[in-house]
């Protein structure tokens, strides 16, 4: 729509270091704005999944939980993962969904902190709701109270009552970042433990796990990290608290000799720990697979390229969409923005499906938000520069719903 | 070994009508008896999962949700379970490990029966440990305690005292039945609940969930259901207690409107209150392609073959094996036989090896077990006498370290 802005999106990929990385997955026409949803196909998994069901399954059968690394995937796709949110090895396992695994985190930071004066779990009030709902359950089962924070307003509330304050990275709903080391900082100020939800920052931004000082952490795999449908999720706990890290669900995977098959229960060393069950190996593998599309690539060149990203469709949508019909509930300032953008529209669900029909996929946040996801390893800038392009022509077509402010005359049942 | 005995093997696999689902399966030269650990792949699947992989992931993307029928997922699936184990549908959910749901149903079971004078959860004492782990931190945190209890002792140790009681149908190292409909009524009779762990039975013989009032139960479904490896387990939970089902595990995806994504948890009505996170549609959907075998095939075949399998295993295993070399765990009586055999032997671990190595697949069972599973749908009978004569063979060849008892002029060093 406007030559300026293609030319800039032109230039914008041309100069783009990790253009090459697009070819590693499998896309069609449509720009695809929903990778914080769910993850693009990584061209060379089908292959990868079709071997461990053929062969690996299929031939091997039971002997592939040695000889095809089965038994081991889930410490060793953790430490894979591990680079990606700047943890040293041996403190990530990957196995159960995100939500199991705030479970484990949330009671086994109860347990870290076991001062009977400290009451309170602080649960970021905007959470994505099953980190609320799973918070709730291990504050009833471990006898504390849940307190919903505004993330910005957790250092006030933090104090000699608080145990535990979950926290998600990037908010859902709005892309907004939070703070994770001043806030981590603050909750050892107040002699409490953070723990962090990865879900929508984990491959889209540095999290520095490790050099942050976090105490346990959470994420899943199927957004930017591409892992696949309900793909598995993980579980970090830091080196300094594996030793007294006590699971609520110690299945017998997380036991120090499994096969040893004993009535009694005696927790493995380490990352093994938090593993609960048998491992779920197709789900897993594939993940394991998806992974390799990051060999090589810095999280800090990500990050560089996603905030350009967002900067630019925030540019096209203010150049383009007819005023007034969006508003974005991402911050402007990059030291608050995930890699999402997040605009407020009226009539949202039908802008989105006319959206998506065209060809542009993004996703609804009910009632009213519009939410793209911007993921640097296979969107471009010229993606970008369309995806606004088609926002504003259907924003043209569909003048939203007439409130009375805007049309006074009218009567609200217009 | 024996012309009687093969011909009678060849005798019975002509008359056995559940033949000709061994083409349904990829199999090889091999006996394997280990389908009881890993069920066989059925060749149908890898096409299958490439589709969910290649077309529902790849060029669907989030619109799989709901145009592939991932969101239903776990109630679907479940009701194609329900007739294996003689439930109604709506009362099955598959997701998460069977630990993870053993943790749901203890804990739920607790809070069913919320009498506190009934301070005990009764566990099979011979359980697969994980169950017994679970049930554990389960008691810990709902202020029960655990009791470990013969299943033959079950019906002494009830009493006023008894809030549940968690026993395995089969005995994942004995291969022992339980008898689950009188266990059952005497676990009712002293007004406790009875969960029961189907690991070992499910898909091998009839299980009569809502025939006989079982309260709630799981079981994985990579065994006898043959879904893949650490493919999702599943959820029982009986319709009569689905309004008061109390999860510990609480998740969105259990949520009665997940997408309205509201900070208060309401639980959704149905099986779907069983569930957790997003389901892990890989591997869930391979299972769901796997249980297409059981189209048009009664369990009831199924256990009638398992029993001929069994039955003919021993028979050739007592012609054929030297004398005193292996002795049975598994009862003789039918009643209390599932559908494996075990045998002790005194080198257990050399002797599997080598069977191993002559293509008769079982396992082992630390530190004296070989264990066999027959699974009716892809063994044969000529497969049971091969086994059979090869284990004889391997047996011969090897013979056991001497016991003081056997040889008494040898030092226990020997």
């Known amino acids: 729509m406007s030559e ?24 069609d026409e449509a720009v695809y704005l929903d990778g914080n949803s769910l993850g693009a196909l990584p061209s060379h998994v089908p292959d990868r999944v079709a071997d461990v069901v053929r062969r690996q399954w299929g031939e091997l059968r039971i002997r592939s939980w040695d000889e095809s690394g089965w038994w ?8 894979r993962i591990a680079p990606l949110v700047g943890a040293a090895p041996g403190q990530i396992v990957v196995g159960d969904s995100t939500s199991v695994n705030v479970f484990k985190a949330v009671v086994a930071a109860v347990r870290l902190n076991a001062d009977p004066a400290r009451t309170d779990v602080l649960v970021d009030a905007t959470t994505f709701p099953t980190d609320g709902y799973i918070a709730q359950s291990a504050a009833r089962m471990t006898g504390k109270r849940i307190v919903p924070v505004d993330p910005a307003d957790l250092p006030a509330a933090l104090g000699p009552s608080t145990a535990v304050a979950l926290v998600n990275h990037v908010d859902y709903r709005t892309g907004r970042l939070h703070d994770l080391p001043s806030l981590t900082a603050a909750v050892h100020a107040a002699g409490a433990l953070a723990v962090w939800d990865l879900c929508h920052s984990a491959g ?26 309900g793909s598995p999720a993980y579980l970090y706990v830091a080196e300094r608290h594996q030793d007294a890290f006590d699971s609520p669900l110690p ?7 499994p096969f040893a098959m004993t009535p009694g229960f005696e927790a493995a060393q380490g990352a093994r720990r938090g593993r609960v069950g048998t491992p779920d190996i197709l789900s897993m593998l594939a993940l394991e697979a998806a992974l390799e599309v990051w060999d090589g690539v810095a999280v800090e060149s990500v990050r560089a390229k996603s905030l350009a990203l967002t900067d630019f469709f925030l540019e096209c949508v203010e150049a383009y969409a007819p005023k007034g019909r969006v508003t974005s509930l991402t911050p402007v300032e990059h030291a608050a ?46 993606d970008v520069e369309r995806a606004a392009a088609v926002l504003a022509e259907v924003l043209a077509e569909t003048p939203a719903a007439k409130t009375p402010e805007q049309a006074p005359e009218q009567t609200p049942a217009d």
């Not at 300026?4 to 499998?26: C, H, I, P, Q, S």
């Not at 081991?72 to 430490?79: L, N």
């Open 251 to 257: 299945g017998w995977n997380s036991h120090a000799d």
């Open 204 to 229: 889209a931004l540095p999290v520095g796990l490790d050099a942050h000082g976090v105490d346990l952490a959470v994420g899943c795999t199927y957004k930017y990290l591409n892992g696949g449908p």
């Open 337 to 382: 923005r995930g890699s999402q953008i997040a605009l407020r529209c009226e009539d949202a669900k039908a802008v989105m499906e006319r959206l998506i029909a065209r060809g542009v996929v993004g996703d609804l946040r009910r009632p009213d938000v519009l939410r793209f996801g911007f993921t640097p390893l296979y969107v471009g800038f010229a």
């Open 72 to 79: 081991s995937a889930p410490e060793r796709i953790g430490d």
């Open 4 to 27: 300026a802005l293609a030319d800039k999106a032109a230039a914008l990929d041309a100069a783009d270091e990790l253009a090459g990385l697009r070819k590693l997955f499998a896309l």
